[in-house]
């Protein structure tokens, strides 16, 4: 089937040889359908010409529908007609490794039951360079009103009585950054501040954000636009460790310390820690500090608690994947299954 994207990156047009994208934003949203097969998020497949947003958001929408027809565990008695489940990337993501992290997330969840579930990814400019961090939290603030105004209010455009299409966000490292800025700039950005949209989850994972910013407006925000707000830590993420060396130590980061006491009740906190431990093995050297902050995308016990959480159909304490935190008001993922 065929895979979406929607995307701020400018397009490179080299004088010999196929456009590609590039690293830096774009004055204008590409919206990019990639056919069954494709390997790479590719100018080529952009969608053109006249209400290409509509176009784009239209056949997402159909396919959500058919696919929940088709996969869904208990379409006769639900109150929904299909799942878009958004994926936003980290920092040091260029193109390429957008489609192939893409792919790998959307498999994986689909091994693990989400079959039903139309995969989109928003791919905001981040320059896939390591030592690029603070360009990429500029591009990811300057760039992340995109993902609601050109995506998420979009599809609320086209929800009516008779396609009750549920949306849901997963948002990795940086992304987390773009889902909180965007939210926050939403509400005085046309036509946003006029639509009607929100998010049925948002699951984050790898949080690149500050705890502090959970407590606050910036918190009440991504809480209110969204029904459940997970959030996934891992106390051993070694990448976000060196981010916050890089803010001057005055930011712990939202993947690595989990949300703030006073946020418990509202925000799902689910510690992979021991989880993590528990593959860790499997790592060495400079693989072992990537992974320990990107592990998540292939990881089938994550994958199995991030269906049931889309799902809907249980209770935090209730999913099977987890057990309670030794810390109140917290849980955890359990080591294995």
Not at 19 to 36: K, L, N, R, S
Not at 152 to 165: G, H, Q
Not at 239 to 249: D, G
Request: one cysteine or more; hydrophobic letters at 40%; a negative charge.
């Amino acid at each position: 089937m065929a895979e979406y994207f929607f995307t701020s990156r400018n397009i490179k047009r080299p004088r010999n040889g196929a456009e590609y994208f590039g690293d830096e934003p774009a004055e204008m949203v590409t919206y990019v359908i990639a056919p069954d097969g494709a390997t790479t998020m590719s100018p080529a497949d952009r969608v053109t010409g006249p209400n290409r947003a509509s176009r784009w958001a239209n056949a997402i929408l159909e396919d959500a529908t058919q696919l929940w027809e088709q996969n869904a565990p208990h379409p006769e008695n639900a109150p929904v007609s299909g799942d878009i489940v958004v994926f936003v990337h980290g920092y040091n993501t260029d193109a390429q490794d957008v489609f192939e992290s893409h792919i790998e997330l959307a498999k994986n969840l689909r091994d693990n039951g989400l079959t039903h579930a139309v995969f989109v990814s928003y791919s905001w400019s981040s320059r896939g360079d390591f030592w690029n961090y603070l360009e990429d939290d500029s591009d990811a603030r300057q760039t992340a009103i995109h993902l609601v105004q050109s995506g998420l209010a979009v599809f609320a455009a086209f929800s009516t009585p008779d396609c009750r299409v549920r949306v849901h966000v997963l948002a990795h490292s940086m992304g987390a950054l773009v889902v909180r800025e965007a939210f926050r700039a939403a509400p005085g950005a046309k036509p946003t501040r006029e639509g009607a949209w929100g998010l049925t989850q948002l699951i984050t994972f790898g949080a690149d954000i500050s705890v502090r910013s959970m407590q606050g407006r910036e918190g009440d925000l991504m809480l209110g636009k969204s029904q459940r707000f997970t959030n996934y830590f891992n106390r051993r993420d070694a990448v976000l460790a060196t981010s916050n060396v890089k803010r001057f130590a005055s930011s712990p980061r939202l993947g690595r310390h989990g949300a703030p006491p006073s946020r418990l009740a509202q925000i799902v906190d689910v510690d992979v820690t021991e989880r993590w431990q528990n593959v860790s093995s499997r790592f060495d050297g400079q693989d072992k500090f990537r992974e320990s902050h990107r592990f998540y995308r292939g990881d089938p016990v994550f994958a199995l608690d991030v269906v049931h959480t889309i799902l809907g159909d249980l209770d935090r304490r209730e999913i099977p994947t987890r057990v309670d935190s030794d810390e109140e008001g917290r849980l955890k993922l359990v080591p294995q299954i």
